[in-house]
T-cell receptor, first 116, second 114 residues
Framework: DGGITQSPKYLFRKEGQNVTLSCEQNLNHDAMYWYRQDPGQGLRLIYYSQIVNDFQKGDIAEGYSVSREKKESFPLTVTSAQKNPTAFYLC???????????????FGDGTRLSIL | AQSVTQLGSHVSVSEGALVLLRCNYSSSVPPYLFWYVQYPNQGLQLLLKYTSAATLVKGINGFEAEFKKSETSFHLTKPSAHMSDAAEYFCAVSRAGGSYIPTFGRGTSLIVHP
């Protein structure tokens, strides 16, 4: 079955450490996204990518970085500059590009990041 | 610009009762509207979507939503709640001809009592 795989499910970060969250999709989708979810705040967009080797900042990109070297993969790095990284992180993908606003997003099962 | 307001961060119903989750949107052009459901420690799953065809949209698990342009609303309903419906529900809007990045509401937690 096609879908989105996020790993690990739980991740712990030490002070001053960078950590990378993995996101892989086999849906052949062009667009991929990273969201941060905090209780009562809904989903906030961190980064998104429409094509390989291109990505744009979302609403809360500070302290995060991404890469899109392959269509299937969109890893997110939470850097030490992100002072409050404890949250639930969701990766999503969707078909098409800017003219496909009617296409729904498909989500992974998330990674829960905590500070040690 | 586009925005979504979900009225009520928590909605509590008894099993078998009507479920009504409210969503109002703001969009300068005809919108596309989505409802997603999230179970604990999982990602979001699409319940249904409105893309300018029929105004009454039927989704999975017995849910439906009606697009009302005059009220800028897209409320989610289910005639009879089941215990398994307890989850977080998100409304989202994107714009035809504009940014395809959807804007999400803050979510409504549905609590179902036996």
């Amino acid at each position: 079955d096609g879908g989105i795989t996020q790993s690990p499910k739980y991740l712990f970060r030490k002070e001053g450490q960078n950590v990378t969250l993995s996101c892989e999709q086999n849906l052949n989708h062009d667009a991929m996204y990273w969201y941060r979810q905090d209780p009562g705040q809904g989903l906030r967009l961190i980064y998104y990518s429409q094509i390989v080797n291109d990505f744009q900042k979302g609403d809360i990109a500070e302290g995060y970085s991404v890469s899109r070297e392959k269509k299937e993969s969109f890893p997110l790095t939470v850097t030490s500059a992100q002072k409050n990284p404890t949250a639930f992180y969701l990766c999503a993908s969707s078909r098409g590009k800017g003219w496909d606003a009617n296409q729904p997003q498909h989500f992974g099962d998330g990674t829960r990041l905590s500070i040690l | 610009a586009q925005s979504v307001t979900q009225l009520g961060s928590h909605v509590s119903v008894s099993e078998g009762a009507l479920v009504l989750l409210r969503c109002n949107y703001s969009s300068s052009v005809p919108p596309y509207l989505f409802w997603y459901v999230q179970y604990p420690n999982q990602g979001l799953q699409l319940l249904l979507k409105y893309t300018s065809a029929a105004t009454l949209v039927k989704g999975i698990n017995g849910f439906e939503a009606e697009f009302k342009k005059s009220e800028t609303s897209f409320h989610l309903t289910k005639p009879s709640a089941h215990m398994s419906d307890a989850a977080e529900y998100f409304c989202a809007v994107s714009r035809a001809g504009g940014s395809y990045i959807p804007t999400f509401g803050r979510g409504t937690s549905l609590i179902v009592h036996p």
